[in-house]
């Protein structure tokens, strides 16, 4: 990244439905009263003050900071602690917050649960703005245009990012160990959820196709914040530059688009699930090296997280990125090695040390050079002896974006009626599970996915609205060796919608 800095960064109103218990290891409450320890106190009291939802809260948190508030530096957008305050010369949301709590900012920077309790003080503060009242304020689905606007976003298509990522991880559920060994929890949870304005936003997920390379998704960097060219004709592309963004996936998307920040990447991976967007076109020279002649010979990708915080770098996000390196590489003529493979560090005069000592280089090089292949696996509705369901899930070829010749679908009940893929798991180990469904305004708000781990049943709920034609992952988990239902479709859901069976997808990590 070129500034100076260290930087930041998807559902009518609705009733927060009833966890299953069959389903769900705990309910969600079970899981936050589960969590002790000084940041998860820090939760329930600014929870309990503010009258938040404290897995809301923690959810948006996670999603911005992994809940680490990196001793009070800043992010690269200029936001602070754990619930990333931005306090820059146009978003003064850490000076808000300084007002709402009574805190003085420079406490607010340093001390995470003064940074907890002002987070939720501003959130709380967007949400009377949406005239949410007491009663409402207990439903997390009807938060939605609070929790976007509380990204910041350029745009309202990044806000929409910035919200489906909080609330998938409400629905999938979260566990994080901070430091001194404390674990956070947020347990599955089944959501309808209120987009409000944001339901008819295009969705970024669902992908404006990106102009250089298939696996991505295009969003625009302001025209400020790179220069034109007509690379490999106007200079050679010999090099790849690997960046981390001090920041979250929507955050570093709307830095870009934002005309101050004057600097951009070519490429921007999210940790979850690898999740590509381009910015700048390959033959475009983006700002990203601090160096103009490499900024000229080289392509830049980010990498969502922070240096010092191993969590965010996913065997996901390694495969993701290797893959795209690999592709960079032979479209250019680049050799796959470390000399021309290159770290942000490595760039002579860098004063930034990213990706940081917590980057696999051994790891990602054998990604990138095909040395390692992973196990992987697909079943479809249509896959013969490998599919199962009852005749409720009936056949289906209306719906665009199916894998395969049609796809499952079947209305909610108040019983499991499970549809299930079956699969050979060739070693216990951990893997990597991915859905393919077709996304229908009318498809189910929380579509209940069961895993069937080496520790038992884990749910995932899913809005089959959003995020179709394209696999999506639901996680990492796991699974023991031999043939067995490994994932299933459950109909048992409050979630209101067709549900959809469609094509499951295993990849060892």
């Given amino acids: ?98 007002e709402l709590t009574g805190t003085p900012a420079a406490t607010l920077k340093r001390d995470d649960a003064a940074n907890i309790l002002g987070g939720a003080a501003v959130l709380r503060s967007y949400a009377d703005a949406l005239g949410l009242d007491a009663g409402a304020r207990k439903d997390a689905g009807l938060w939605y245009p609070a929790v976007a606007r509380y990204g910041n976003a350029s745009g309202s298509e990044t806000a929409r ?11 999938k559920g979260l566990v994080a160990t901070v430091a001194g060994g404390e674990v956070v929890t947020v347990a599955a949870v089944e959501l309808q959820v209120d987009r409000g304005a944001y339901e008819g936003v295009r969705e970024l997920a669902a992908k404006a196709p990106s102009p250089d390379y298939p696996a991505a998704s295009w969003v625009a960097a302001h025209a400020g914040n790179r220069a034109v060219a007509n690379r490999p004709k106007s200079s050679k592309i010999d090099r790849v530059v690997i960046h981390v963004t001090q920041g979250a996936y929507a955050g570093t998307i709307s830095w870009f688009q934002n005309p101050a920040a004057k600097v951009s990447a070519h490429y921007v991976v999210r940790s979850s699930d690898g999740d590509v967007t381009q910015m700048v076109r390959d033959k475009d020279v983006a700002w990203h090296a601090g160096n ?52 942000h560090k490595q760039v002579p005069g860098a004063t930034h040390t ?33 599919f199962t369901a009852s005749a409720n899930w009936t056949t289906s070829t209306q719906a665009a974006g199916r894998h395969g010749p049609d796809h499952r679908q079947t209305t909610p009940v108040t019983s499991s009626d499970v549809a299930w893929y079956r699969f050979t798991v060739p070693a216990a180990a951990t893997y990597q599970v991915e859905v393919w469904y077709p996304a229908a305004p009318g498809h189910n708000v929380s579509a209940p ?24 992952s639901i996680g990492t988990f796991a699974l023991k060796a031999g043939t067995y239902n490994a994932v299933g479709v459950s109909r048992w859901t409050s979630g209101t919608g067709l549900i959809v069976a469609d094509a499951v997808r295993l990849t060892r990590l």
């Fill in 1 to 98: 990244m070129q500034n100076a800095r260290p930087r930041p960064h998807r559902r009518s109103a609705a009733i927060l439905s009833a966890v299953l218990a069959f389903l769900l290891l705990a309910p969600a409450q079970a899981a936050s009263a589960r969590s002790a320890g000084p940041l998860a106190d820090a939760f329930a009291r600014a929870s309990a003050g503010y009258d938040v939802p404290r897995d809301l809260l923690v959810a948006l948190a996670y999603a911005e900071t992994h809940l680490d508030g990196h001793g009070g530096e800043p992010s690269a957008s200029g936001g602070y602690g754990v619930m990333h305050l931005l306090s820059t010369p146009a978003v003064r949301v850490l000076e808000r917050a300084a």
């Fill in 354 to 386: 990213d990706p940081g000592s917590h980057w696999d280089w051994a790891k990602y090089m054998r990604y990138v050079t095909g040395d390692t292949a992973p196990w992987s696996a697909t079943v479809d509705n249509s896959t013969a002896g490998a």
């Fill in 449 to 472: 996915y069961i895993v069937a781990t080496s520790s038992g049943s884990k749910t995932v709920y899913v809005d089959q609205r959003a995020g179709g034609g394209a696999w999506r």
């Fill in 161 to 171: 990012l910035y919200a489906d990522t909080v609330y998938d991880l409400l629905g």
């Fill in 292 to 343: 103009s002649s490499y900024n000229a010979r080289s392509i830049g990708i980010e990498h969502e997280g922070f240096v010092n915080n191993a969590s965010w770098f996913t065997d996901a996000m390694y495969r993701a990125s290797a893959a795209l390196t690999r592709a960079l590489c032979d479209k250019y003529g680049i050799p796959k090695d470390r000399s021309h493979i290159i770290g």
